[in-house]
């Protein structure tokens, strides 16, 4: 059935900082960074930042894994008279696209008029995400997975990764595929932190972290920050650019996946996956639509084979799948083709968080409203609708479908 | 590429925290006892121990000794110590805990090489003494 909501409201605004390699945007602070992204889509969609009465955050409200982002903070610091919405999706990356959503269902009761949602990430020597897990002794919970010395999100997605090749015959060569088809989207990018092409023998050599995968299938480690400015479809006819319309969004997912890596307690097939099918069937529920009807998909790639999962978990193909997919061309971007190959969809048509920039996903809702309003750097050809995913985590995981006005 | 033998992590430099909840796991793991939380009114187990049984709501629990032995559902080969970075092969598990169907630990496997380590292998628990008098629940090849 479908979403009462659909269409009614927008993003209207992107905006971001650079993209800087981790630690090189100090001496600037985090507020500095996010108010310059919150300024930068503010002036893109035409508005005053004074004019934001909303904030709809995600991975609870953090600002990287250790900062945290607080409404009267921002309001202090940009001057906004009053705010009438303020709230947050809980967990981490996962809720990154739902927290459009969230912005939705405070825009439609009215409780405010221009809703940002944003990251910034700077992670100084001792912020560094991918110790965040081993640095602190581990809570109850955790005291029964760290001991392993699984304590960095790479030795946990090797895991899920391990046990997909072990029921499916997945290849490292459809890893290396994802890593370089959209590597391959980078080299016109002026911001992108990894541009040159990636030859074989690059990837195959790129030391193994966590066997089965290599360095080059984790993201960057980047510094910077991104915002969205959401409004009502019709406020946005105010606005300077064609308006994004949020066709269908969703956070949530189901037990069975639950704490998914933190926990490990996944039952197959669910063990093996991204944890993404409960929220992408809610999508194709609100809106009626399926994979096959998408123009180009950005999904949260903090690790390669979470996109073969995705990929899996959106009905790109079916499950188990993903490999061959992949290995087929059909995530490729071909401006020649008008950016699809071989029957499939574009992913990634930024780079990503592999080769672009990783802002814990906000840079994949960029390239989707870019994508819509079409403005993409590496544009698909008559772009109507665009997938973006939140990352692959504990829950809520979020899915988001962007439409042309 | 060859790993060679899959090492423990070194005790001394792990740590646990416990609750009322996940307690009586690791009291039973001082005794070297293996067990695993069991519900006191529908027998399912739950694993990490949790207040509520999600199947029936029973705060009853049960701590059932197993027979200590399990299957290996996952794992990853790791080639660096994650305390200092230093060179160190180890290989930790996601296992399938015999007699506790649904329940699985998480640990490191020893007593084969890295490079033999497979999904489906037989394992049997082994102690590790870790920092301020606990013990944790390990695996060796069986």
């Known amino acids: 059935m479908a979403w009462a909501n659909q269409d009614k409201c927008a993003i209207v605004g992107v905006g971001a900082t650079d993209y800087y390699v981790r630690g090189k945007s100090w001496p600037r602070t985090i507020n500095d960074m996010a ?120 030795h946990l997605m090797s895991m899920l990764t391990r046990r997909h090749m072990h029921l499916y015959g997945t290849q490292p060569e459809a890893l290396k595929e994802i890593v370089q088809a959209t590597r391959a989207n980078t080299h016109n990018r002026p911001k992108a932190v990894r541009k040159n092409a990636l030859s074989d023998e690059e990837y195959w050599g790129s030391p193994m972290l966590a066997d089965p995968l290599r360095r080059l299938d984790f993201c960057l480690e980047t510094d910077g920050a991104v915002a969205v400015i959401t409004t009502t479809t019709d406020r946005a006819k105010d606005c300077r650019h064609k308006p994004a319309l949020i066709h269908a969004c969703a956070h949530g997912g189901q037990r069975e996946w ?111 409203v870019e994508q819509v309003r079409g403005t993409a750097i590496n544009q698909v050809a008559d772009a109507e609708f665009a997938l973006a995913s939140g990352g692959p985590a504990s829950l809520p995981v979020s899915s988001l479908i962007l439409r042309r006005d | 590429m060859t790993y060679g033998p899959a090492h423990l992590l070194p005790g001394e430099q792990i740590r ?73 092969v180890y290989v930790p598990v996601v296992v399938d805990l015999d007699g506790a169907p649904g329940a699985r630990l998480n640990a490191n496997v020893t007593g084969v090489d890295a490079d033999d380590v497979h999904i489906g292998m037989k394992v049997s628990v082994v102690w590790t003494d870790i920092q301020d008098n606990w013990v944790l629940p390990n695996f060796q090849k069986a």
């Open chain 1, 35 to 154: 108010a310059e992204a919150i300024m930068n889509a503010c002036a893109d969609a035409g508005i005053s930042h004074k004019q934001i009465d909303g904030f709809a955050y995600y991975s609870t409200a953090g600002a990287g894994y250790l900062d945290k982002f607080d409404t009267a903070s921002l309001m202090e610091t940009l001057g906004m008279p009053h705010i009438s919405f303020s709230a947050t999706l809980t967990s981490g990356g996962g809720g990154c696209v739902g927290a459009v959503g969230l912005a939705t269902a405070g825009l439609m009761n009215e409780d405010c008029t221009y809703t940002v949602t944003l990251m910034a990430l700077q992670q100084l020597p001792q912020h560094r995400l991918g110790v965040v897990f081993g640095a602190a002794a581990p809570n109850p919970e955790n005291s029964f997975l760290q001991p392993s010395g699984l304590v960095g999100p790479g």
């Open chain 1, 258 to 368: 639950g704490r998914a890596f933190a926990w490990m307690g996944m039952p197959d097939p669910y063990f093996a996956s991204a944890g993404h099918e409960f929220t992408a069937n809610r999508v194709w529920d609100q809106s009626g639509l399926t994979a096959k009807d998408m123009d180009v998909a950005l999904l949260y790639d903090h690790f390669s084979p979470m996109v073969l999962m995705q990929l899996e978990d959106y009905g790109f193909c079916e499950r188990g799948e993903g490999s061959d997919y992949v290995l087929s061309g059909k995530i490729r971007y071909d401006a020649a083709t008008g950016g699809k190959v071989n029957g499939g969809v574009p992913v990634n048509t930024h780079g990503g968080n592999l080769n672009e920039a990783y802002i814990i996903g906000m840079t994949h809702m960029v390239e989707a």
């Open chain 2, 16 to 88: 646990i925290t416990t609750n009322p909840d996940t307690e009586p796991f690791w009291q039973a793991a001082k005794e070297h006892k293996l067990t695993a939380c069991q519900c006191g009114e529908c027998d399912k187990f739950r694993m990490p121990p949790t207040a509520v049984c999600p199947h029936c709501g029973s705060r009853e629990k049960k701590w059932p000794a197993l027979p200590g032995t399990a299957t290996v559902f996952s794992y990853v080969v790791c080639n660096k110590n994650p305390k200092n970075g230093e060179d160190y």
